[in-house]
């Protein structure tokens, strides 16, 4: 058997598919129940974060195996198979440990060196473990992956490195800002009351916020948290708790909003988040602005203000005339093409397929109409270097389809925001927050998309690389201790085989001496078996230290070829151990 990893994270996938593939947790128990039910895999465990979805499962086949899974994934996540594969990896034996043991060192994390990570790895393999899918080896494989990640932890700097999702993410609120002073004195609603949640309302209560409101839809548990919370020794903080549909009212008053469900749908609608903050800033209602600029405001059918040289203060153009329908003289129907914020009404937009030779007549106009600033005479190029120009331009625009901008694009005026008066952390998978909350004017949004490309350029320390180091050794440890375990029945049979044969013999010798008196068939027994022993001491010794270097997993097959072991025998020996190694783990059923 060997082991298998099947799985998205933010590394592979984007967030709008991390999203839609998110398992909650009675389709997780689902998923490991069919995965063990299937014919490849004997054990299996899921690994579901807010920023990755692993299955991981003990299979004899790997082609097989790594169907099976993906598979599975695609039916239990609601994603099509043809649309997840793509964004689906795939790692093998030792490269499954090396990347579980990655995971738990917080190197694959969305924030370098973050530790939320082995909780939720030690979850997984409570959850497998109480569901009786995970065997010997996903209970040896997790245990460890929780070692390697608190020895990377206390031997080596990494914490430096990256901090917690929801420290990162109030970071991200504070524009970088140091977290104590900007939360100092604000107000906190922290929906949910999960591992996250928690996190997020300890964390703001540490910072100084004055006061943190928690709501859930299990309304003790919401009143628990906010119990903890009120008798920290290590905060002076105000705390309460709310039902869910109490949340638009605490909205007006809040500064700061963490969100971390369960929820498969909106927790908060960007209508919801709009009415909430009305009246907060300037005046009037916030604006869900597309264009972040003057021209989002403009109603369905409208065309803005034209910019450039086409337009002038007070709506006339560089003509004098009000609109472009004064410009008579000029070839191309300017009236009826629509202006291209930023570029000139003459500039590409305006003669993008025209024919050659109206493009030589507006070629003309243009170089000898009086500009904006004209207050003299038109300057007129010489006839013979117009016609080149011309002439130019004309098959320039027969070879490329269109005439190129000369003049630079004129900046676009964006109308100034406002401060930021509601900050919104949104730390769900799939997200509780309407992605339409990052257009209101007064409000700012942290998501799981915005903190995934913001740590994207985020520094790692120097002892990533020592980190990285540990692992490797580990890894190697691991799969070296691994495949010892995988030849260790086969020995155990031949033992088993070997103390068989001598025990036949001496009940022969007996049934050929039956006058040998106690103290001499004692003798003889004695002798038999250390010869037994020491032949085959040296060969089983040999063969683990063999089996134990990488490719060594064959050693076992030959030790049963060349001794015609009983391949039923060995596997009652390992059907032992499991049993055994199962029962210490998972404790009483």
């Not at 003309?364 to 007129?380: K, L, R, S």
């Not at 270097?385 to 070879?399: F, G, P, Q, S, W």
């Not at 998978?429 to 350029?457: C, F, K």
């Amino acid at each position: 058997m060997s082991l298998l990893v099947v799985g998205l994270s933010h590394r592979s996938a984007p967030v709008s598919v991390l999203e839609r593939a998110a398992l909650h947790p009675d389709a997780q128990v689902k998923l490991l129940q069919d995965t063990v039910a299937a014919e490849p895999a004997t054990e299996a465990a899921v690994l579901a974060t807010c920023n990755r979805i692993e299955l991981y499962a003990d299979v004899d086949k790997f082609h097989a195996g790594v169907a099976e899974l993906s598979t599975l994934l695609a039916q239990h996540s609601g994603v099509g198979l043809e649309e997840l594969t793509p964004y689906l990896y795939v790692h093998y034996e030792d490269r499954a440990v090396h990347h579980l043991f990655s995971v738990a060192c917080g190197l694959d994390s969305m924030v370098v060196g973050e530790g939320q990570i082995l909780g939720q790895i030690k979850d997984s393999l409570g959850k497998a473990q109480d569901l009786h899918t995970a065997g010997r080896l996903l209970n040896d494989l997790f245990q460890q992956a929780l070692r390697v990640g608190k020895r990377a932890h206390s031997e080596t700097g990494i914490d430096r490195a990256g901090q917690s999702l929801v420290t990162f993410g109030l970071q991200q609120l504070a524009f970088g800002a140091d977290v104590q002073d900007w939360a100092r004195g604000k107000r906190a609603l922290v929906i949910g009351a999960g591992s996250m949640s928690s996190l997020a309302a300890a964390t703001l209560a540490r910072a100084g916020v004055a006061e943190v409101v928690v709501a859930n839809r299990t309304g003790e548990r919401a009143e628990r948290l906010a119990q903890i919370l009120a008798d920290g020794d290590d905060t002076d903080v105000l705390a309460r708790a709310v039902p869910m549909n109490a949340v638009p009212g605490e909205l007006t008053r809040t500064d700061v909003v963490v969100s971390c469900t369960g929820a498969t749908g909106l927790v908060l609608t960007a209508e919801t988040v709009a009415t909430a903050v009305r009246g907060r800033v300037g005046d009037g209602a916030p604006e869900v602005a597309a264009g972040r600029g003057s021209d989002a405001r403009l109603g369905a059918g409208e065309v803005p203000p034209l910019r450039g040289s086409a337009a002038a203060p007070g709506g006339t153009n560089s003509r004098g005339s009000a609109g472009v329908a004064a410009d008579e003289n000029c070839p191309l129907d300017l009236p009826a093409v629509q202006a291209a914020p930023g570029f000139s009404m003459l500039g590409e937009a305006a003669v993008a397929g025209m024919p050659a030779a109206e493009l030589e007549q507006h070629a003309a106009w243009v170089d000898n109409a009086p500009g904006p600033q004209a207050t003299g005479p038109a300057t007129v190029l010489d006839p013979a270097e117009e016609a080149e120009a011309i002439a130019a331009l004309a098959a320039l625009a027969v070879t490329v389809g269109r005439i190129p901008e000369r003049r630079k694009p004129e900046p676009v005026a964006e109308a100034p925001r406002p401060a930021p008066v509601l900050f919104v952390l949104d730390l769900a998978m799939p997200r509780d927050v309407d992605a339409a909350v990052h257009r209101l004017t007064g409000v700012r949004l942290v998501d799981i998309e915005s903190l995934a490309e913001a740590s994207a350029d985020a520094p790692m320390a120097a002892d990533v690389d020592q980190v990285r180091r540990i692992v490797a050794d580990e890894v190697a440890a691991f799969g070296a201790a691994l495949r010892a375990a995988h030849i260790t029945p086969t020995v155990v049979a031949l033992r088993t085989m070997a103390a068989d044969v001598v025990a036949g013999e001496i009940a022969r010798l007996e049934g050929r001496l039956p006058g040998l008196d106690d103290k001499h068939r004692a003798e003889i027994t004695q002798t038999v078996k250390r010869v037994v022993d020491k032949l085959l001491h040296a060969p089983t010794v040999r063969v683990k230290q063999l089996a134990a270097e990488p490719g060594g997993a064959g050693y076992a097959d030959a030790l049963r070829t060349l001794f015609d072991l009983d391949q039923e025998t060995v596997a009652a020996v390992s059907r032992a151990d499991n049993d055994s190694e199962n029962s210490k783990n998972r404790g009483p059923a």
